[in-house]
């Protein structure tokens, strides 16, 4: 089982990383080429672009210059200990051991609009480039253009056959994986939260069970969509008749949920 997550736009540059393990990124020549696009675009246009303030186009923009092809333990950090937000903390790498690490190396991956796609190990350097982001490239008008389908090729290349893909990334960073040249099958879980006596999705609810049900795959070694049923960490459950074939939905009730 292979499993996918969205990076963050909100990083942790100064945090030491809980083990000292390092893996290189694969598609830093893609990376480069972004790199040169943005390099082009000034504070102003970055700010337009993305719309950011100032000051975080201005940062942006001196990263994008100051951003190498190789990337080292002087440039770069491991992209589980960089990325922060709600689906990190439900994730929660930095209390991980090495075997669950080593294992998330293998089986875990994330989106990145800069990077493509990342093992949780791989060097990353600072940066802004959400995937949903209408930069003008060498391919496109967009990063989905861009992409084409190189994530969705190297994501055959680490599946087996038969191999059970989960998507716990949002539709703006999944929307960059071709579906339909996927080559094994693919479940999106979906979780919802009781609020006013109506189920529904609840956004920053939902980022953190993303990076709970990671984090329960990797500690449970699951394998089979049967096993990712039985995720019931901080009160969800699956629920059968809410739930698809390709879609398992988890419900919690609003007396589960924090602060509750």
């Not at 796609?117 to 600072?126: F, G």
């Not at 094994?184 to 953190?208: C, H, M, R, W």
Request: charged share 25%; net charge negative; proline share 5%.
């Amino acid at each position: 089982m292979k499993f996918l997550i969205s990076p963050a736009k909100t990083l942790d540059l100064t945090s030491e990383p809980s083990l000292p393990l390092s893996s290189l990124p694969q598609l830093t020549q893609e990376s480069q080429l972004l790199i040169k696009t943005l390099s082009n675009y000034s504070p102003a246009d970055i700010a337009s672009l993305m719309k950011l303030s100032d000051k975080l186009a201005t940062l942006n923009v001196e990263r994008y210059q100051a951003w190498q092809e190789n990337h080292t333990s002087d440039n770069s950090r491991p992209a589980i200990y960089t990325f922060m937000g709600d689906v990190y903390t439900g994730l929660d790498a930095y209390s991980l051991n090495e075997e669950d690490m080593q294992y998330a190396q293998q089986n875990l991956r994330i989106l990145s609009g800069l990077y493509g796609l990342l093992k949780p190990l791989d060097l990353m350097q600072a940066y802004r480039l959400e995937m949903g982001t209408k930069l003008t490239n060498p391919r496109g008008s967009n990063l989905y253009q861009f992409w084409g389908d190189i994530i969705v090729d190297k994501l055959n290349q680490e599946l087996d056959e038969g191999e059970l893909l989960v998507n716990l990334a949002s539709n703006e960073y999944f929307k960059a994986v071709n579906k339909k040249k996927l080559t094994t099958p693919l479940v999106s879980p979906n979780f919802l939260d009781e609020k006013n006596g109506q189920f529904k999705v609840i956004s920053f609810y939902a980022k953190k069970a993303r990076g709970l049900m990671a984090r329960y795959l990797i500690e449970n070694r699951c394998q089979t969509l049967e096993e990712l049923k039985a995720f019931d960490l901080a009160g969800y459950r699956y629920d059968a008749d809410r739930s698809t074939a390709d879609v398992p939905v988890f419900v919690r009730p609003e007396s589960a949920q924090p602060n509750k």
